[in-house]
T-cell receptor
Framework: KAGVTQTPRYLIKTRGQQVTLSCSPISGHRSVSWYQQTPGQGLQFLFEYFSETQRNKGNFPGRFSGRQFSNSRSEMNVSTLELGDSALYLC????????????FGPGTRLTVT | AQKITQTQPGMFVQEKEAVTLDCTYDTSDPSYGLFWYKQPSSGEMIFLIYQGSYDQQNATEGRYSLNFQKARKSANLVISASQLGDSAMYFCAMREGATGEANSKLTFGKGITLSVRP
């Protein structure tokens, strides 16, 4: 069974630009969550999508948005990039109902210059 | 207040020995789940073990076991027979709310670095 995949793995952007990250969950999983990991703040929850609907949202500004498609694939978008957005962005998938496990992808490392 | 606390500095263990990584948590929700993840230098978060708040027995998964002390709100990870490949960052995380409810959000601790010495 294929794991969670994230593309791209590495990305370099300039301040003010926007970026879109993609996550494909494990087959059959309907929930996709996004996390931001930085050395200073650690791992922070961004949002979660289940059946194409945002189900939970963390404390991030509106520049961070996401969506989920009918095949459960999810995208995360960050507009007007700031230097502080440099981070490892991790996505996790789970079945979405009875949640015993969440499986993470390898992450996308975003560098904003 | 921090919901997940991991205060140990970098931990060192000799290969083949057991090691305990500490985690305390804070929640007023009677239903919650506790997770441990391993993050090697490659960055991927690897799921290790899960403990539900109503589980009667401590969770075990191969060389990993979770020492769950509900009254003390602690969920320590025990790794038996350490291997060189166990060197990584370890994160404790919590999900509040009963399983089946609409909540996949995990709250993570700051993590503990484990180094296994040959």
């Amino acid at each position: 069974k294929a794991g969670v995949t994230q593309t791209p793995r590495y990305l370099i952007k300039t301040r003010g630009q926007q970026v879109t990250l993609s996550c494909s969950p494990i087959s059959g999983h309907r929930s996709v969550s996004w996390y931001q990991q930085t050395p200073g703040q650690g791992l922070q929850f961004l949002f979660e999508y289940f059946s194409e609907t945002q189900r939970n949202k963390g404390n991030f500004p509106g520049r961070f948005s996401g969506r989920q498609f009918s095949n459960s694939r999810s995208e995360m978008n960050v507009s007007t990039l700031e230097l502080g957005d440099s981070a490892l962005y991790l996505c996790a998938s789970s079945l979405g109902r009875v949640i015993y496990e969440q499986y993470f992808g390898p992450g996308t490392r975003l560098t904003v210059t | 207040a921090q919901k997940i606390t991991q205060t140990q500095p970098g931990m060192f263990v000799q290969e083949k020995e057991a090691v305990t990584l500490d985690c305390t948590y804070d929640t007023s929700d009677p239903s919650y789940g506790l997770f441990w993840y391993k993050q090697p230098s490659s960055g991927e978060m690897i799921f290790l073990i899960y403990q539900g708040s109503y589980d009667q027995q401590n969770a075990t998964e191969g060389r990993y076991s979770l020492n769950f002390q509900k009254a003390r709100k602690s969920a320590n990870l025990v790794i038996s027979a350490s291997q060189l490949g166990d060197s990584a960052m370890y994160f404790c995380a919590m999900r509040e709310g009963a399983t089946g409810e609409a909540n996949s959000k995990l709250t993570f601790g700051k993590g503990i670095t484990l180094s296994v010495r040959p």
